[in-house]
């Protein structure tokens, strides 16, 4: 794409940059603000230094909240990308049964994301729950308001019932875009099922596959409502991840200082992970028109 | 190798069709003969790729059969088949070289490594990309693509056909006339059945020892170069091939005289009556213009040099009338006389030319 | 010699058309398989939300059953006869539709700048912009609560509409862009050769080329506003407080009213499904960001 130098663009983009200055940069602002202060109430503020960074720099509670975050997030990763992809593959090429699919699949991203941890808490219950009542009736000790494994396990369904269709229907869009001409050149070459994966179907649905990563990093590492809602952070602290941890922190016991520097490292860990697939991302836009 | 031969072949992209619309491909019995290097022209949305496809197995028929050779191939899939087919716009394996692309239907039939590396080197001689062996496909402009599949279609020796679909488009004007001679001098080498699927006419005729015509899901004549110039058997050969193409006339036929309007054109044999929309059909080649005696009344409105000759762009009441004229030859707008040569005058009932008796009868015996 | 020749379509067709529909019927396929099992694991609690919204509280503690045995709306009829639980949508979908069409409207021009001009500065504002779609609302849900209560803006759907900018606005930005880009630069030429001001050209010509992008974008818009939780939680009280809030507040307050909040619950699917139901066909498009 040749785009000719204007400055004036500047003009269009304004009404952006004015927006999200308001709801991000002014917000922002606050918290590093509140991060490098301390307060004793009465809106009274003192300087802290970098004293709130080294406390959660040196917090086993936010290490421990991280490496459940980076566990979890690895987890729903290498569980929804497979997935997504065999879904995908699966899917209806066309007609009616591959709008009612489209339908079907897209139906658990529209749904409120603590309506979904409403439905898991109810699913899973073993008094009233399907799921909780046929595990215990099968004779198994399942029960996610004691045991942590199942509250994982529990949590880690449930993401993957939300999320899966998204990496789905991204990988179903890269395989929308692949010329019918490519399966029939396969079938001639007497290519077999993985060779026609390997070499057709990945490489076309690399760049959404790509989207769909760095989106599902992203949303899994900032994941707060659902499994909050069905077990509050518990048992113990066993399903506390990173935000309901800051959240904890921030609304609950009103530890301002300490919060924001959690916060801004928080963001700054998402940027960090997010730039390098963004970098990786281009790098490869760019060896494909080379 | 073999011969392929259809038998009683349609195909319709609907479930039930009941129109002769609904076909895309009308019913059909031809043989290709082994060894033969053939061209498919027609127009777009002739079902000239739903033939080529249901040949190669990704279509099956929704009627009739498929024989190569002895055998019968219409439940067989593509893989069975052993055909190698390419594509109007490229397909190439992004992620694999050059060499592995060329390599790849070789490779899936278990062939031994030597020889795989060995006729790789040698196709890659033929496309002219030995530099490029080693780089990955992706990269590369659409033209070297199209030569990676051209060369992936011709990689394998044992092939009972090579089909090919339009397979120059997106390549340069003056990389097309080299690839095409290089097909003809691979047709040559080995002997392939080769069969190519065109729109345009001069690749068709400098391609192919037989151009097979299709229009409206029919294939309308079969012959070679020659015979589709002189002897058109539908109008709309005459009309597709040649530039201009053929001059066509509503006229009623009585004996050895066609009769355009009040104006008598002598036939060259003698016709039976016929019944139904008759047309008599002249190559613009055949038709000379003069400016006095005998002819058609005609017009000239446009005198357009086209290089080695010109075509004189004429009408006889309204209806389009072109003539070649030889380069020098002294011709100008303005009222003119046409004149066809009685030998090349072909007439048409319904568009499907007709014999006169003279050759009917040497037919019969 | 090779022979040509032609004949009409018969009529009777019949043995062949046979043999071609049984060789391509349809029959079960490891593909199949994967998609009822996928279909049924998402169906099932879905299924199981509307069975229990469908029954009493006596008879979800009572007795255990796949599907009610005396079905009621008496839920039903709880939520849409009372202003406190109804109010919940209608707040909600205000602030939605609010976030979607200030997202889309000022994301057209900005994403219009990005895909055809080249300026100072413009790769690293792209890039800034996207990290505010990687932001955890959970930094921002405080000095949101700040920020909107010190201007007086808390407990508004604005002030919800607001917030939700923070993540929609790069995202149609983003999907704008990947649209835009697809169409050639000379639409926008000819049409000032042919005398149309800036304005004219985009409203009249440019938007409707890009109309399936707009939707597109419109869509994730509506997606990610009426999903969220946290910051239209945090932003509201009474006045503007969303559905989903409802449903957590009379949970802890009233306890155990399953059957109430399975009905809440499964009356939040429909604006979803609906929307769904509208975009089927560009929703293989449009999750590729218009990228594909």
Known sequence: MNRTVNQKAWFLVLPVLVLVAFSAVIPLMTVVNYSVQDSFGNNQFFWAGLEWFEEILTSERVHNALGRQIVFSAIILAIEVPLGILVALSMPKRGFWASLSLVLIALPLLIPWNVVGTIWQIFGRVDIGLLGWTLRNLGVDYNYTQNALDAWITVIVMDVWHWTSLVALLAYAGLQSIPEAYYQAAKIDQASRWSVFRYIELPKMQGVLLIAILLRFMDSFMIYTEPFVVTGGGPGNATTFLSIDLVKMALGQFDLGPAAAFSLMYFLVILLISWVFYTVMVNLDRRGER | MARITLSGLAHSYVPDPADPDDWALKELNMTWQDGSAYALLGASGCGKSTLLNIISGLLAPSRGRVFFGETDVTDAPTAERNIAQVFQFPVVYDTMTVRQNLAFPLRNRGADADYVRRRVESIAAMIGMEAELDRKARGLTADAKQKISLGRGMVREDVSAILFDEPLTVIDPHMKWELRTQLRALHQQFGHTMIYVTHDQTEALTFADRVVVMHDGRVVQTGTPEELFERPEHTFVGYFIGSPGMNLLDAQVFGDTAWVGDHAVPLSGNYRPVRGRVQIGIRPEFVSLTSDGEGLPVEVSRVEDVGRYRIARAHHEGEPVNAVVAEGAAVGTGRARAVFAPERINVYVEDWRVAPEAEQGRAAR | ?292
């Open chain 3, 1 to 292: 010699m090779s022979s040509a020749d032609t004949t009409d379509i018969p009529g009777d067709l019949a043995p062949d058309r046979a043999r071609a529909r049984s060789a391509r019927r349809w029959r079960p396929s490891g593909s199949t398989l994967v998609m009822v099992l996928y279909i049924l694991f998402l169906m099932l609690p879905i299924y199981w939300l509307i069975n229990m919204s469908l029954k009493t509280n006596a008879e979800i503690l009572g007795t255990f059953s796949l599907w009610p045995r005396n079905p009621t709306l008496a839920n039903y009829r709880t939520i849409l006869t009372d202003a406190s639980w109804y109010m919940g949508y209608v707040n909600s979908l205000i602030y939605v539709v609010m976030n979607t069409v200030i997202s889309v409207a000022v994301a057209l021009p900005a994403a219009y700048a990005f895909s055809r001009y080249s300026f100072m500065g413009d790769k690293h504002l792209f890039f800034w912009l996207l990290t505010n779609r990687m932001a955890p609302p959970a930094v921002f849900a405080l000095p949101f609560f700040q920020l909107y209560s010190s201007v007086g803006l808390f407990d508004t759907h604005i002030a919800v509409a607001l917030a939700h900018c923070l993540f929609n606005v790069p995202l149609a930005v983003w999907i704008l862009e990947g649209f835009m880009r697809g169409v050639p630069r000379e639409i926008d030429e000819t049409a000032y050769i042919d005398g149309y001001s800036f304005p004219k050209f985009f409203v009249k010509i440019f938007m409707p080329l890009i109309a399936s992008g707009i939707g597109v974008a419109a869509f994730f818009c509506f997606m990610f506003s009426w999903v969220e939780l946290l910051l239209s939680r945090t932003l509201t009280s009474v006045d503007a407080k969303p559905i989903a809030a409802t449903m957590t507040r009379t949970v802890s307050a009233s306890g155990l009213d399953w059957g109430v909040l399975a009905a809440a619950g499964a009356l939040t699917l429909i604006p979803g499904a609906l929307v769904v139901f509208f975009v089927r066909n560009y929703i293989a498009k449009g999750f590729a960001l218009g990228r594909v």
